[in-house]
């Protein structure tokens, strides 16, 4: 099952099974490719190329049935909605608010919660980045409304991860208390059990990285490594490759502060291939900027 593959992390097997269905559906069904069947394939499988950082390819799918008439009117919301999502990867952040806006004004009127959870809570993410704190909470809430009222179990524990990530990233200056780190850890043991029964590796992966970020500043830095590791290993054997350039910066970092430069140089080397090959501009960044930490102490470029 495609969507089942793709909701479990399984990327490269997901669309291997969405061409599959694409071909059955052109020989069986609906030869045109713009019928409504189709369409809804396309649009899966364009979720399943951003994860695996094929953007350039994502977008134009999206593009094309983002313009297109349908007799299922949220495919062009869902797909605008998406779109601000490869443009956000790409550091376009003035062109994503206005995808996710749109896009969420319409699903919202088409009372469709799923799809309004996921692009509200990728226009938060956005919006955390932007240090807009403030609406990011206010979309996040919108999102987890829709999530727990949709009965999307998946999507709430997502969400109710974006809102740890949240609530750390505003607490990087004046810190957090021990209470409040023991109870978002324990938040994050619930999203791991959920992802470990459902079999679900995105969201285990989104857990190992927010777990090893929480675990930096307290100085465990051999347990985060641990950590990182581990979701780094599932991020690359199911072909998530955004996820896998995040968890490899993040385990750089831990081996820069713990002065292991001869171990961090081959993971950024790696990192920056994949951002640049993903078009993956924050990570980018991240990487370069980790780049010159190492080089400052190296002398080496």
């Known amino acids: 099952n495609a969507t089942l593959a793709y909701i479990q992390g399984h990327m490269a097997d997901a669309v ?3 061409n599959r269905a694409d071909e059955a559906a052109r020989t069986l069904l609906e030869p045109l490719e713009a019928s409504p069947l189709r369409r809804r394939i396309a649009l899966n499988r364009a979720n399943a190329d951003i994860a695996r950082g094929r953007l350039g390819q994502a977008e134009t799918t999206l593009r094309r049935l983002a313009s297109a008439d349908d007799e299922h009117p949220a495919i062009g919301p869902i797909a605008r909605g998406i779109l601000g999502l490869v443009q956000h990867l790409r550091g376009r952040k003035d062109e994503a608010v206005k995808e996710y806006g749109n896009a969420a004004d319409a699903l919202r009127a088409l009372r ?4 309004s959870a996921i692009v509200l809570r990728h226009h938060c993410d956005m919006l955390r980045s932007r240090k807009e704190f403030a609406e990011a909470r206010l979309l996040l809430d919108q999102a987890y409304t829709f999530a727990v009222e949709g009965n ?7 969400i109710a991860l974006s809102l740890i990530r949240l609530d750390l990233i505003e607490a990087e200056k004046t810190g957090s208390s021990a209470a409040v780190r023991q109870d978002q ?3 994050l043991d619930e999203s791991a059990t959920y992802g470990r029964v459902m079999v679900f590796a995105a969201l285990q992966c989104e857990v190992a990285f927010i777990r090893t970020w ?3 500043p307290d100085g465990d830095l051999k347990t ?3 950590v990182a590791g581990g979701g780094l290993a599932l991020a690359s054997a ?3 490759q955004i996820r896998t350039t995040s968890l490899l910066l993040l385990l750089c970092e831990i081996y820069v502060q713990r002065e292991q430069y001869a171990s961090a140089q081959p993971l950024l080397d790696a990192a920056l291939r994949l951002a640049n090959a993903t078009e993956y501009h924050s990570a980018h960044q991240r990487a370069a900027a980790l780049l010159a930490r190492i080089s400052s102490v190296t002398g080496k470029m």
Do not use: G
């Not at 469709?112 to 799809?115: E, K, P, Q």
């Not at 999307?152 to 997502?158: I, K, T």
């Open 16 to 18: 291997a099974a969405y």
């Open 112 to 115: 469709r919660s799923r799809a």
């Open 152 to 158: 999307h179990e998946d999507m709430r524990h997502l």
């Open 185 to 187: 850890h324990l938040k």
């Open 214 to 216: 929480l675990q930096i």
């Open 224 to 226: 985060a490594a641990s």
């Open 238 to 240: 199911n072909d998530m």
